[in-house]
């Protein structure tokens, strides 16, 4: 898609309450939204539950489930697995709870404990054979799915001096990437020989890092491009030429885009297309595209838009659909979401 000459605007197609307390975290289920398929997404909370939106005939979006009574504290982040079939939830109760969606319903088939603490992030890898969490005691694991729901525990990853804030997997290979309260992102990959996993990279203040919390990270749709933020008010995009095959490949710093969010910015979700959403606690959202006139220095990335005030509070995160319309959910510490579509000015629909 051409950005240059245009005109967009993120446009506020519905704002959506139930929850009662800060909504952390929203999770777009895979394959909806697309061929007649409605839009689904999950949204958590402080309020101890997660609930589950449909989008109806009209295009607007009904809460179809509000799963409650497992988790006894904060639900701070959730993700479904590629099928769709499960969905995940970390909550600061110290366990990640798994959800098997069957028709309308969703019913806990599984319960993983071992953190001494909040857990904070959890994602699935791109067959939905691994499952990442990582929490406040500065741990990551990851779990093996097995037969029948059950959940392995293959490794307990020491590495990170602060609370871990996310786990993230590169959406082409199995290297993991985390994210902490130290400052740094670390790069985990499995070692062929005797099964287990090691850091082979800690981006950090050294290798044109961040200085403080490091709160989000996402990938481009091909993996090789990494987007992470930060309580340093900045935005960095990194490189790396892993697809070529070689897992270990090193990643570099390519560009900080700073100036657009003057407090922390809280997270960062790369679109199929290559826009750039950030999320922050001046309440704004952020869209960032490349910037194509300066191939020489390699990519750089330019303001497409900003929308100031797009929630009354902080916001916690940004999501893109990957379906057929240009959907972005937000969530807040208002206690609200909104889904926004992103239309040219003209009033021209993003096709």
Not at 312 to 323: I, K, L, R, T
């Amino acid at each position: 898609m051409n950005f240059e000459d245009e005109n967009f605007e993120l446009r506020e197609i519905q704002r959506l309450e139930g929850h009662t307390d800060k909504v952390w975290s929203v999770a777009w289920k895979p394959a909806t939204g697309i061929n007649g398929v409605p839009a689904v997404f999950a949204s958590c909370s402080g309020d101890k539950t997660v609930r589950i939106w449909e989008e109806d005939s009209t295009g607007s979006f009904q809460c179809q489930a509000v799963l409650e009574e497992t988790h006894t504290r904060t639900v701070r982040s959730c993700a479904w697995s590629p099928s769709g079939k499960f969905l995940a939830t970390a909550s600061f109760d110290a366990t990640t709870a798994i959800w098997e969606n069957v028709g309308v319903d969703f019913e806990c088939v599984s319960t993983l404990e071992g953190h001494d603490n909040e857990v904070k992030s959890v994602s699935w890898n791109n067959s939905g054979s691994l499952l990442a969490t990582c929490g406040r005691d500065k741990s990551v694991w990851i779990w093996e799915v097995l037969p029948g729901n059950e959940f392995d525990c293959v490794s307990v990853l020491q590495g990170h001096t602060q609370d871990v804030k996310m786990v993230q997997w590169n959406p082409s290979m199995d290297t993991l990437f985390s994210c902490s309260y130290d400052n740094t992102i670390k790069v985990w990959v499995e070692d062929g020989d005797s099964d287990d996993w090691h850091c082979i990279q800690t981006l950090g203040e050294s290798n044109s890092g961040h200085t403080s919390t490091v709160w989000s990270l996402s990938f481009d749709a091909s993996g090789d491009k990494m987007v992470s933020c930060s309580d340093d008010l900045t935005i960095k995009v990194w490189t790396s030429k892993m697809q070529e095959g070689d897992q270990n490949a090193p990643w570099k710093h390519v560009c900080t885009l700073s100036g657009y969010h003057d407090r922390t910015i809280f997270s960062v979700h790369w679109s199929r297309e290559g826009i750039i959403a950030s999320g922050a606690a001046d309440d704004a959202i952020c869209l960032f595209v490349e910037n194509n006139d300066n191939e020489v220095e390699g990519p750089s990335f330019k303001l497409l838009l900003k929308k100031e005030k797009a929630h009354e509070m902080d916001v916690n995160s940004v999501q893109w659909n990957s379906g057929d319309r240009r959907l972005l959910a937000s969530a807040s510490d208002d206690g609200t979401l909104k889904i926004w579509e992103l239309v040219r000015l003209s009033g021209q629909k993003l096709l």
